[in-house]
C-alpha cells in the first residue's frame, strides 16, 4: 500500500519523503504544481491541494497511510477538517500527523489552536495516529541570519526560559519511523503524541552567547519584545501572520517551549544517533556565508 505525504515540497517534506524512499516505502506526494518536483523516480506525484475535493480524493486511492501537514493559512483548519474526513471516506485509518509543541496549552496563538483542534479530531474519529509535535525550528534562524552575521544582533525574542530548537531533519527521519511503524502494523495502534525537541534548552541570550563563539565577535541578544519583533515581520509579510507571530513570541517569554523529562532520550532512542544542535547549525552557518 501507498503513503500519502502532504506538503512534501516543504522543509519537513523534502527530508521525510527523501527518508521514505531510502526505507523502500511506496510514496505519493500531493502537490499543485509537480512541474516543480524533483523527488527520486519511484516517488509517485499527484496533483491537487487540500480544498480540492475531486483531486484529494484521487489521490487518496490505494493509499493506506497518511502524512498530514499543514502550512500557517487562514484557511489551515478547514484543510485538515477536509482532508481528514475524505481520508475517512477513503478507508486511511493511520496518519502521522505534524502539530506543534504545547498545542493544547498555547490556545491564543491561532496556528497552535487550530493544530490542537485537529488533534482532537484525529482522537474523536478513531484514527491510528502518531501526533508529532515540533518545537520551534533550528532552520528558521536562516531568515535572520544576515541580522546575527552582519550586525552581530541576535533578533528573535525567545526570553529567558528556554527553547529545546529542533531541527527539520530530526523532525522528518522521526516522522518516516512512525509512518512506517503504522503502516506495517497488522491492526490500529493507539494514538501516541511525540514532544519533537533539540538535545538543548536554550535562552535568547545563551543563543546569542553561542553564535559570539562561533562568530568570533559579540553578539547582544536583542532582547524580549514581541511587539517589536511583530513590527519588523509585519514589513514583509501579511499584519495578520506577523500578529500571530508575535503571540507565538510573547508565548517563548512567558512559558518556553522546555523539553519534558525523557524527551532528548526517547528521540535519540528512535533514531538511534545524537539529535542535531543549534550549535552545528551555527557553525554550518559560518561555513557558508563567512
Do not use: C
Amino acid at each position: 500500500m501507498t503513503i500519502l505525504v502532504t506538503g512534501a515540497t516543504g522543509r519537513v517534506g523534502q527530508h521525510l519523503v527523501a527518508q521514505l524512499v531510502k526505507r523502500n516505502a511506496n510514496v505519493r506526494v500531493l502537490t499543485r504544481t509537480p512541474a516543480k518536483v524533483n523527488f527520486d523516480n519511484a516517488v509517485e506525484v499527484a496533483q491537487g491541494d487540500l480544498l480540492d475535493i475531486d483531486s484529494l480524493r484521487q489521490a487518496f486511492k490505494g493509499v493506506r497511510s497518511l502524512f498530514l501537514l499543514n502550512a500557517v493559512t487562514g484557511d489551515e483548519f478547514t484543510q485538515a477538517l477536509i482532508t481528514l474526513n475524505i481520508a475517512r471516506e477513503a478507508g486511511v485509518e493511520r496518519v502521522v500527523y505534524l502539530s506543534v509543541f504545547d498545542a493544547d496549552r498555547a490556545v491564543n496563538v491561532p496556528h497552535f489552536a487550530v493544530k490542537y483542534g485537529a488533534e482532537r479530531m484525529l482522537e474523536q474519529m478513531g484514527f491510528s495516529a502518531t501526533i508529532l509535535r515540533p518545537a520551534y525550528f533550528i532552520d528558521n534562524e536562516l531568515m535572520i541570519k544576515d541580522v546575527i552575521v552582519n550586525h552581530h544582533i541576535y533578533p528573535m525574542p525567545v526570553g529567558s526560559k528556554g527553547i529545546a530548537m529542533v531541527d527539520v531533519r530530526d523532525i522528518a527521519e522521526v516522522a518516516a519511523i512512525e509512518l512506517l511503524r503504522r503502516d506495517n502494523a497488522p491492526d490500529k495502534l493507539p494514538v501516541e503524541t511525540i514532544n519533537l525537541v533539540g538535545p538543548d534548552n536554550l535562552t535568547g541570550e545563551e543563543i546569542a552567547a553561542i553564535w559570539s563563539e562561533t562568530l568570533g565577535n559579540t553578539v547582544t541578544y536583542g532582547g524580549d519584545d514581541p511587539s517589536g519583533f511583530e513590527q519588523n515581520m509585519a514589513s514583509f509579510m501579511p499584519k495578520w501572520t506577523a500578529y500571530e507571530m508575535r503571540l507565538m513570541a510573547e508565548r517563548y517569554v512567558s512559558h518556553g517551549m522546555i523539553a519534558k523529562t525523557g524527551d532528548v532520550t526517547r528521540l535519540t532512542q528512535m533514531l538511534g544517533r545524537p539529535l542535531h544542535s543549534y550549535r552545528e547549525f551555527a557553525r554550518t552557518v559560518r561555513a557558508q556565508t563567512l
